[in-house]
């Protein structure tokens, strides 16, 4: 992803571009008669352009995404909108959103839906060294509510610890997990000088069947910034 300010001081707003890619290894083809035959490619591709702008303690953003994805010699495409609003007060975030919110995408003879979510979340920032989270989230095509809390520690002044933890239940109350520790996530986060550059790891459970997902980023900013002038740890309101 690519994101950059429209004027000096993003007081036009901020632009960004992304683009996210899912593929795997080729699978193996069977006939009617579930003989092998041959091997076919799966994948799906996001692209995305969103904006974004900050006024006084409020900030808002929308994002469009062109969705595409194939099995074998069949696709399916679409389009979905992603709108939220962040509103800062003192030391608390509170924020909402709506995502993947888009007309059926028809794939053969079956049309689906975008997985729409509705979600909400509150940040309370102790100190510039110790913050906490709590979401929550609801798929309604899925029938399925998640509700989260997590904690971000400075332990020195360029290193991050975090740890989330998150619980599933279906439409009728029910929870999809039994096993406490399959919901417990872990993270680091290391800032360079400045803050010029960051990289971080979470290692998370997920909520699908592809099992413990090891996640590395990297984030590089340019241009002058008051806040890249401060020392200390990472306000995460500011």
Do not use: C
């Amino acid at each position: 992803g690519f994101a950059m300010p429209l004027a000096k001081n993003g007081r036009f707003g901020v632009i960004g571009f992304n683009f996210t890619a899912l593929t795997q290894a080729p699978l193996e083809a069977r006939d009617a008669d579930d003989n092998p035959a041959g091997e076919f490619n799966a994948w799906s591709g996001i692209l995305g352009l969103t904006y974004a702008k900050k006024l006084d303690s409020l900030r808002a953003g929308v994002g469009l995404k062109y969705v595409r994805q194939a099995i074998a010699d069949q696709t399916a495409s679409g389009v979905a909108v992603d709108l939220g609003v962040q509103k800062k007060m003192s030391s608390m975030l509170l924020g909402v959103s709506m995502q993947n919110l888009g007309p059926a995408m028809m794939f053969v003879s079956e049309s689906f839906y975008p997985p729409l979510s509705l979600n909400a979340g509150v940040g309370y920032s102790l100190n510039r060294s110790m913050q906490f989270l709590l979401t929550g989230q609801h798929r309604p095509y899925a029938n399925k509510t998640i509700f989260g809390a997590g904690i971000q520690v400075n332990l020195v002044q360029a290193l991050f610890v975090r740890s989330g933890y998150f619980g599933q239940f279906s439409s009728d109350n029910q929870a999809l997990k039994t096993n406490p520790l399959a919901n417990l996530g872990l993270g680091l986060g290391w800032r360079l000088p400045k803050r010029r550059l960051s990289f971080d790891y979470a290692l998370s459970p997920g909520d699908n069947n592809l099992g413990i997902a090891h996640r590395v980023s990297m984030q590089a900013r340019w241009g002058r910034s008051n806040a890249a002038q401060t020392e200390g740890p990472e306000d995460p309101y500011r």
